[in-house]
């Protein structure tokens, strides 16, 4: 999908919101296990930082945490991976281990070609995966977040214990806010890959050195919030491809994906009915079951943004997938990926965590959901968060009215409240 939409969208300006900026360039977050809606306030100055990419000039510290990371090299290989290292990358082309035999290539080949008539993408070409390689499974994926819409997403698919996968846009990452949102969606087991923007969406203006640095820099700064790096990249388009640049992710290792269904998120808004993006999905898998008498195998694209329907019609989703005897996957699992990230930003060496294809913490598939309950609940949620949030700030402004020294004590408890009742799902 062209992204002309998207390509000067900055999140809509709200008041009050200092005390959600970061300070600090290395972001080094807890996530929560109970947490709630992040905050919807916004300062006119936080947009502008949101405009810039983040750059991090500070080493990060080693993560000791109980998720440990096994590379390639560590792990146990078969004969037939026995040759297989990470040094062998090929730069113009996916990872060996992510070849299937010739049957399933062939297979796969046939699945990519097909069109559904659902996007209106031509960027499909150089992308290296467009579907999934088993049948019946469908990766539903979200690009440009993390944003003010993305913690309620993330509450909906938890509430069916599905799983996504989230394209994370690193400039939006200088926001603690929406790093705090990031970091809890990879701990509640989603699966994370990034969007890149090359600068003033101009890529002539950048030598290959810069591009190389700023890509990295970029992947860096999503590798400070998770601890790992992210592997699979899709690229923010507006009007014609960018061939150098996918050449220059490539050479970096990292891989491209694309997708063979849109939701039309961009221009559909109501999320259930016959012009809906619930629509969307259910007239892509009965045309693919009227075409192959099967089921289909899809990656999607959403947008977790405010102004898109993602988010209203995620339950919608959900069951439709449901319904349609489809189960929900992450983008590993999709591509049976057993080493889905970077070890880090600059390396070519991938890894796995607790949470990748074939491990402990690995999930796919969705419960039934009741649409009503389920909505209910999130929305109830949502405005009680909301209340809680607006009593507390105001009595924390009259607090700083009627105190001389007030205002740093107010900001400090400002703080707390986003952290508590902004920040977590």
């Not at 806010?177 to 950048?206: C, E, W």
Request: proline share 4%; net charge negative; with cysteine.
């Amino acid at each position: 999908m062209p992204l002309t939409e998207l390509a000067n969208i900055i999140l809509k300006d709200k008041e009050g919101s200092e005390f959600v900026r970061i300070e600090r360039k290395i972001i080094d977050i807890q996530a929560k296990s109970d947490a709630t809606e992040e905050t919807d306030d916004q300062s006119p100055s936080e947009k502008e930082a949101r405009k810039s990419a983040f750059k991090p000039d500070e080493k990060k510290e080693e993560d000791e945490s109980d998720d440990e990371l096994i590379s390639e090299e560590e792990a146990q290989k078969s004969p037939e991976e026995a040759t297989e290292t990470t040094e062998q990358l090929d730069q113009n082309k996916p990872p060996a281990r992510l070849a299937q035999t010739k049957q399933t290539q062939g297979k796969l080949r046939t699945l990519f070609c097909i069109q559904h008539n659902l996007s209106n993408s031509t960027d499909q070409k150089h992308s290296d995966f467009i579907g999934c390689v088993k049948e019946g499974q469908i990766a539903v994926t979200y690009s440009e977040g993390p944003s003010d819409a993305t913690a309620r997403i993330v509450r909906h698919l938890n509430k069916a214990d599905a799983r996504a996968s989230f394209f994370v846009n690193a400039t939006w990452l200088y926001t603690q806010q929406y790093a705090m949102v990031l970091k809890n969606a990879y701990s509640a087991g989603h699966f994370i890959g990034m969007t890149y923007r090359v600068p003033g969406d101009n890529p002539s203006a950048l030598s290959d050195s810069d591009l190389r640095k700023d890509i990295i820099e970029n992947a860096h700064t999503i590798e400070s919030v998770i601890q790992v790096a992210p592997k699979y990249v899709r690229l923010h388009y507006t009007e014609q491809k960018d061939l150098r640049t996918e050449s220059i992710l490539k050479e970096l290792g990292f891989v491209l994906v694309g997708y063979n269904l849109d939701s039309l998120d961009y221009i559909k808004k109501d999320p259930t009915g016959p012009n809906s993006i619930q629509q969307v999905y259910l007239d892509a898998f009965e045309k693919y079951k009227d075409t192959y008498d099967s089921k289909g195998s899809f990656i999607s694209i959403q947008y977790d943004l405010p102004f898109t329907g993602s988010l209203s019609a995620t339950p919608y989703i959900i069951k439709a997938v449901n319904d349609k005897g489809y189960s929900m996957v992450r983008l590993d699992g999709c591509l049976a990926d057993v080493f889905p990230y970077k070890k880090t930003a600059n390396s070519t060496e991938y890894v796995h965590d607790s949470y990748s294809y074939n491990q402990s913490k690995y999930h796919q598939g969705q419960k039934e959901i009741d649409l009503e309950s389920i909505v209910a609940q999130v929305e109830e949620k949502v405005d009680e968060d909301a209340d809680l949030l607006k009593t507390f700030k105001k009595q924390s402004l009259d607090s700083a009215a009627s105190t001389q020294g007030a205002s740093l004590s107010t900001l400090l408890v400002l703080v707390v409240v986003g952290s508590t009742f902004g920040l977590f799902f």
